[in-house]
């Protein structure tokens, strides 16, 4: 498996991550002639530098990692990952330097590192293994890898080979791995049963939208997950710039991110009850696309003005979202890459959410903290809910001005959900390599929402 821990401690090679606030002192700690040769190499400790120590054979006898300062370790995150990808392969295990919490993210950066999207190249090899460091729960940083990467490979497949029947395919085999069920809703079906937005934004392509209903659990409160699983977005006929639609494989992040959620959760067996909603469309264009100024009437029964095909995705949630509030559950959490504006307004790496509830807030901003995924915090706010009202219907699903455009969209949502609901307007795209993370798709704000669970739902 690629994102498991080595299976022995047998002849694991010591690994002793220095900082180079201490750098004498803990060089002093090491085994003089391991101490003189880091000296002798003008090993600093700064941050991702690695040093091979031989023995009198030249074999790897132990190894040294950089930690840096204190100052340049927060700014960033995940910097074990660096040490895994320079290491020779071969078995290590951290013998000094890291404690807990430090050692839960030096052990999951160190899977994450083992990521590659290899589908259409030929693989790259496996990195430097690592023995599970004492007192982690490997068996739930390997769960939480796998889901981590079940979401970057379905970002990162692209759209010929990443419709609405491949995300529906995904869905079944992660349903089928852990014992859930499965509902699908296709075409002109979607019609009969009450999902026009969903029917009438997925409706131009060759490819049926879908509406995907995965349930798990018999017990406990309920979770449901809502994700924005459009394929493809071309904008409609308000198409998007080429520069603009480059990206656009990636606008099924949500759903992506909230498959990889869901593996997270029925693989650690929480007591909850699961459910998914995906609403699987391409935004295509064609002469039957709707268009500007065309008036929808929803699932809820709320009527909205399109005065923007390429606000699409909004459009297929309010659907799902209906349908999410008719079995009164505990707690609803829509991701989605929904807008521009929360791009804008926090750049690629932070995810930010909406809630209504304080408590549900400092939970997720806690979780993100404790476990390396930054989140920040998004208002509803009450006085933009004019702009989403264009008069000639309930709601307009792109109010003009450019203003506030992420928080619009968020209320816009709000308006299709009555539980307990969260929201959260991601990006699922990493534009450079970062540690742990290479360029390509990217989970965001799903291991902060696994952490805050118990808070969140009372587990």
Not at 20 to 39: E, I, T
Not at 40 to 55: I, R, W, Y
Not at 92 to 99: F, K, P, V
Request: with cysteine; hydrophobic share 45%.
């Amino acid at each position: 498996m690629p994102f498991a821990f080595a299976d022995t401690s047998n002849d694991a090679i010591p690994l002793h991550v220095i900082g180079s606030d201490d750098l004498d002192q803990q060089l002093a700690g090491l085994p003089p002639l391991a101490s003189a040769w880091a000296k002798a190499q003008e090993f600093k400790g700064t941050l991702g530098q690695v040093l091979c120590v031989p023995d009198q054979r030249g074999q790897v006898e132990l190894a040294l990692v950089g930690y840096g300062k204190v100052e340049k370790r927060a700014r960033g995150r995940f910097h074990m990952a660096t040490a895994a990808t320079k290491l020779p392969k071969g078995a290590y295990r951290i013998a000094s330097g890291l404690d807990l919490p430090d050692l839960e993210e030096a052990a999951l950066a160190w899977l994450l590192a083992g990521y590659s999207f290899d589908t259409y190249r030929k693989p790259k090899g496996e990195i430097a293994k690592l023995v599970a460091p004492d007192g982690i729960d490997a068996t739930r940083l390997e769960i939480i890898a796998a889901g981590e990467a079940l979401t970057r490979d379905l970002i990162n497949t692209p759209a010929s080979d990443m419709g609405p029947d491949e995300l529906e395919y995904a869905a079944s085999a992660l349903a089928a791995d852990h014992g859930a069920t499965l509902n699908v809703i296709t075409g002109d079906d979607l019609i009969s049963s009450n999902f026009p937005m969903i029917h009438t934004v997925g409706r131009a392509s060759v490819r049926a939208p879908r509406l995907l209903d995965m349930r798990w659990g018999d017990a406990g409160p309920q979770l449901t997950l809502v994700g924005k699983g459009v394929c493809f977005d071309t904008g409609g006929l308000n198409i998007k710039p080429g520069s603009s639609m480059g990206l656009m494989k990636k606008d099924m992040g949500g759903a992506a991110t909230v498959l990889g959620l869901a593996h997270m959760i029925m693989g650690l067996g929480l007591k909850l009850r699961l459910r998914v909603l995906i609403p699987a469309v391409e935004n295509s264009i064609d002469g039957n696309a709707f268009r500007p100024q065309d008036i929808l009437t929803s699932r809820k029964g709320l009527t909205v003005e399109i005065n923007n095909t390429d606000a699409e995705g909004r459009l297929v949630l309010a659907d799902a979202l209906t349908l999410s509030d008719e079995d009164d559950p505990d707690l609803v959490i829509s991701m989605a890459t929904l807008t521009g504006a929360a791009r804008v307004a926090v750049g690629p790496d932070l995810s930010p959410f909406y809630t209504d509830s304080n408590i549900h807030a400092d939970a997720i901003m806690q979780a993100g903290r404790a476990v390396a995924d930054p989140v920040w915090r998004m208002p509803f706010h009450e006085p933009y809910e004019k702009m989403i009202e264009p008069g000639i219907a309930d709601l307009d699903n792109a109010p003009s001005g450019g203003f506030a455009g992420s928080i619009t969209a968020a209320l816009f949502l709000r308006r299709f959900v009555e539980s307990p609901y969260m929201h959260f307007d991601i990006y699922g795209w990493q534009p450079s390599a970062a540690p742990a993370r290479p360029k390509g798709g990217v989970g965001m704000g799903a291991r902060a929402v696994l952490e805050a669970l118990p808070k969140l739902l009372d587990l």
